[in-house]
């Protein structure tokens, strides 16, 4: 697989992670001492992308201003998309059709991931117009095992086997731009057309790390998985 840039949707508010987000955008959040955006670089640049192009919204200047300040230190070129109102991930990526227009495919993903799975397994063919990650479903809750009336086991927070999520990666073809709303979410408006259409498919990863950090406790236990893992977040190849 050839990927030349990395698209990352860097523009939600990041609600959920008040107080930490009133100073700096969700992708500049501190994971193990690193920010997520950081992480996700590292990560990339393992497949030979260095070219990554950022929507941004809230809080743009802090986030600009990072990446320009590191883009020698992480040896990256860095383009920016300023969202002057939302537009929704949809509209967000619409706007930069004409910088990703002369590429015949481009990675996106959503910038509040840490994960280490294989991109180049995200294949494409001229039939489909994009490529969906999917990683295994994970309990919120541990599970209670019973027979009859007695309660013989628990297991705590267990993988929901034949259930998968949206891992937030994405392989998508130049093409995707025929079906992005001016403004609104790929997630509501796009994907379940390119389903309907058979135009979809999607990859399943079973033995990856993948989270999204929408609360304070995902940064608390990432960050606790990322600093017990010897080598980092290497890629699982």
Aim: no cysteine; net charge neutral; proline share 4%.
């Amino acid at each position: 697989m050839y990927v030349m840039h990395a698209v990352i949707l860097a523009g939600g508010y990041g609600k959920r992670l008040r107080p930490l987000t009133d100073d700096r955008p969700k992708p500049l959040i501190e994971v193990a001492g690193r920010p997520i955006i950081e992480w996700q670089i590292s990560w990339l640049k393992q497949f030979g992308i260095t070219s990554f192009v950022i929507l941004t919204g809230y809080k743009w200047e802090v986030l600009i201003k990072w990446l320009s300040e590191n883009e020698k230190r992480l040896g990256i070129s860095t383009y920016f998309s300023i969202e002057e109102e939302p537009l929704g991930t949809g509209g967000a990526l619409r706007k930069v059709e004409r910088l990703l227009s002369t590429e015949n495919t481009f990675i996106v993903l959503n910038g509040d991931i840490i994960t280490n799975l294989d991109i180049s397994k995200l294949k494409i063919s001229n039939e489909n117009v994009m490529t969906m990650s999917l990683v295994p479903l994970k309990s919120p809750y541990g599970i209670v095992e019973t027979k009859d009336d007695k309660i013989i086991d628990f297991k705590e927070k267990p993988i929901l086997e034949n259930y998968w999520i949206n891992a937030g990666v994405y392989l998508m073809r130049k093409e995707i731009f025929k079906y992005l709303p001016e403004k609104g979410d790929m997630e509501k408006l796009t994907f379940p057309k390119l389903a309907k259409e058979s135009l979809l498919i999607g990859i399943k990863y079973y033995d990856v790390y993948w989270r999204s950090i929408d609360t304070i406790k995902d940064i608390e236990e990432v960050s606790e998985d990322l600093i017990k893992m010897k080598n980092g977040l290497s890629s699982e190849r």
